[in-house]
């Protein structure tokens, strides 16, 4: 128990944040197929739930103690999308999927309403995204925030082959958030958040280059459906016509492995006549790899504990003495006092014990020395 306190002036302490980053690579084989049984459709690490609402993916059998879970995903749209529809599947679900990312990712508008993601980042104006896929990632992964500029996603359009895997036909596409280390938005209620660009190219003056957004803090990724409708150039963003339209057939294969959705397994008809897990595990299939780089804020307290010449030369143990005499004095009386200092206690203003340093070796400690001690608090 301390019986001699010393008060920290305002330049003994200091507040520092260190960011620490680590590179997460996640392929498309972990995704999709590694762990198939058999080569079918049933994969070991994917869980789906009876609400039918989100698939997860982990990074081995999720049975497992050995599994850890990476991140979810789930589709959804707009109750202005024109592939709203009370008859198809899991209708509601999708369009309440839909809200409460938006709810939390973008908030309301000043009329109480629910925003709608919006490619260009502009909350007021411009082509907004109703037709959606979420990727959640796991905080065991993104840590506090996904690092800005470090976040890339590929993936294949086109037609898929009936099992596990791209074919000849596909095409590897790009999500990237080029330019986000200095160019983000700040109007989301989740935090800061960028746009998922397909090519480091400057955007077109209709931002069709913008395929998505991306929530660092939140740790999620949203991806408009519309890049995977076919044209001569896949479209980049905006919205998709109804699974009934006369386009809609011609537009491009999304069906999961084994999957027998018709018309032609359209993006439209896939978000529309099939559930969400089956989308799921097309997309899953389609994903060649996604990298970034998590981030861990290291907030500190540095203490500079000042020991001047005349402090702490005697010490409160009570072996310290013996016989009225100072057993490191030995039997020399007119020798200076002398003291070891092995811990540091940090107290609070009504002397309750807060923290404790030790010492890697007791200091040597005399009326003709003063000491420093440096003592670090990390959160």
């Known amino acids: 128990m301390a019986t001699i306190y010393k008060s920290f002036a305002s330049s003994d302490a200091v507040q520092t944040r260190t960011l620490l980053h680590e590179s997460v690579p996640i392929t498309g084989s972990i995704v999709s197929g590694t762990y198939n049984i058999g080569k079918t459709t049933t994969e070991e690490n994917i869980k789906d739930f009876a609400h039918g609402m989100f698939q997860s993916v982990y990074d081995y059998p999720y049975l497992s103690s050995s599994a850890n879970h990476i991140f979810d995903i789930t589709f959804g749209y707009s109750d202005n999308s024109a592939l709203s529809g009370h008859s198809y599947s899991q209708n509601a679900k999708k369009i309440n999927i839909y809200n409460e990312f938006a709810q939390v990712l973008a908030g309301f508008d000043e009329n109480g309403a629910v925003r709608e993601f919006d490619r260009d980042g502009d909350l007021t104006t411009g082509t907004k995204m109703r037709e ?62 960028a746009i998922l660009y397909t090519s480091s190219a400057t955007p077109d003056t209709t931002g069709e280059s913008g395929i998505g957004l991306l929530y660092y803090q939140a740790g999620v990724a949203v991806l408009t459906a519309s890049v995977f409708a076919k044209s001569s150039n896949p479209p980049k963003g905006g919205v998709l016509a109804a699974a009934t339209s006369p386009g809609a057939s011609t537009a491009a294969d999304f069906r999961a492995p084994g999957s027998t959705l018709a018309p032609s397994g359209t993006i439209s008809a896939a978000m529309t006549g099939a559930t969400i897990a089956a989308n799921a595990d097309a997309f899953r299939h389609r994903l060649y790899s996604v990298e970034f780089d998590n981030t861990t804020e290291l907030n500190s307290s540095i203490y500079f504990c000042r020991i ?15 016989n009225s005499k100072i057993r490191v004095k030995g039997e020399k009386r007119k020798n200076l006092p002398v003291s070891y200092p092995t811990t540091v206690g940090l107290y609070s203003a009504d002397r309750e014990l807060l923290a404790v ?13 003063e000491l420093t001690l440096r003592v670090r608090l990390d959160y």
């Open 132 to 193: 959606c896929i979420f990727i959640n990632f796991s905080r065991l992964l993104t840590k506090d925030e996904i690092k800005k500029g470090s976040f890339t996603m590929y993936f294949h359009t086109g037609v898929l082959q009936n099992s596990f895997g791209p074919s000849a036909g596909s095409t590897l596409q790009t999500a990237s958030d080029f330019g986000a280390t200095t160019d983000y938005r700040i109007n989301s209620p989740a935090g800061e958040y």
């Open 357 to 369: 340093a030790k010492l890697s070796e007791p200091l040597k400690k005399d009326p003709s020395t």
């Open 308 to 322: 001047n010449h005349n402090d702490y030369n005697y010490s409160a143990n009570p072996t310290y003495t013996n």
